[in-house]
Every structure is written in C-alpha cells, then in structure tokens.
C-alpha cells in the first residue's frame, strides 16, 4: 500500500535498508569508521530539549546537522555525512509512493543513558512550523522511546497516539504537525536520525 499523502498518518517500518547499510551508519556514528575519509564528529548542546516552543528540561545530548534551512535558503548540506543517508531517504520515499521530496532539515542527536530522576518524558514539540512530514530513523536498539501525541496545536495536556521504541533499521514516518517527544535512555545508548521533509522537488545527489 502506497501512501503518498502523509496528513495526519504515523507509519512504523522495520528493515527498510538492508543489514549491511544499516550497520555501516551504526559503524559510522557509532564507533571510528570512516566516510570518505572522515570520522564523524558529535557536537555537545547543554539541552535537546530546547526548542522554540518549550521551556529548557536542561538535557545534556550531542548533535551533529546535515541540512539546515533558513527564511531565504530552504536544505542546504551543511555536512558531507547528508550523502549517507540518501539512499536511506530514497527508500523511505519509495515505500511511500513519493517520487522526490524537499529535505528542510536533518540532524542526528546521541543521547547516554544517564542515573535520571524524575519525569522521563522530554517537552512536546513540532519540529518546524508548515506542512512538512518526520522521518526518524533508529541507529541501534534502546530504551528510549518516541511518543507521537494526538494533539496537533500546543495544549496543557497531551494525549498519547502511539509509542515507538527505538530498534536497528526501524523507521518512523509521521505527520509533523504532530506533537512529539522523547524519554530520556535509562540502559542505552540513544541515537536517531531525523530528517524533515516537504513533498516538492530539490536535487540532493552528491556532484563532483
């Protein structure tokens, strides 16, 4: 089944890049294996919880981004690492019946599990204001999991859709007016890549 329109849709895929691919970007982002060259660096924030919306839960994570996008440029590569991950997108976009899409934002977050007390859970959000649909997608078994509420505007109180938990190779699709979050990883190590998207057409292979 094909389903080109993302509105107000959450769909789990397991395995949809084979084993080999799924283990090279664990390698990668994981441990010191090259891509092209380079090792991947992470980037320290005092808190993954500090979006535009919320209030800072003072998180500690590491960051690394692939695409930024501003009020004038929308996707531009802001990392060599974005190329690893097209054919990851490829896929997901074939599974779905989408032929192209705009990629607004991708990042990846690295969170450890820490001796956490108190509410797990991190801040709902939205990524990115407008129309856009998530994708994440989960470098290595955890704890951890993604929660997708029902709400789609900011509310004092939050209704639970669906929960995730984080597992090699699965992907998550989901509308991104939805509000999400994150818990905290109690036993494991956490890592997620999350690329934004928008279904119109930019060109995102590599050039010489």
């Known amino acids: ?30 441990s010191d294996y090259q891509y092209k060259g380079y090792e991947f660096p992470w980037y320290f924030t005092q808190d993954v919880t500090s979006h535009t919306d919320t209030n800072s839960q003072k998180r500690s994570a590491f960051y690394h981004g692939y ?17 690893l991950f097209v ?44 129309e856009h649909f998530v994708m994440l997608y989960y470098v290595c078994d955890s704890d951890g999991d993604t929660i997708i509420y029902n709400e789609q505007v900011k509310s004092d109180s939050y209704t639970v859709q669906k929960r995730i938990t984080p597992k090699q190779g699965r992907v998550v699709l989901f509308d991104g007016s939805y509000y999400h979050t994150a818990e905290q990883p109690l036993n494991n190590i956490r890592c997620v890549v999350n690329y934004n998207l928008e279904n119109y057409v930019i060109p995102h292979k590599e050039t010489e």
């Open 1 to 30: 089944m094909m389903y080109q329109n993302m509105k107000n849709k959450v769909l789990v895929f397991d395995d949809i890049i084979d084993l080999k691919y799924q283990d090279t970007i664990k390698k990668i982002l994981l």
């Open 67 to 83: 695409v930024v996008s501003d009020d004038d440029i929308i996707g531009t590569i802001d990392s060599v690492f974005h190329y």
């Open 87 to 130: 054919p990851l997108i490829d896929s997901v976009c074939s599974k779905i019946g989408k032929r192209d899409v705009t990629i607004v934002t991708g990042k990846s977050f690295l969170q450890l599990p820490i001796n956490f007390k108190g509410e797990r859970e991190d801040s709902p959000h939205v990524d990115i204001v407008g």
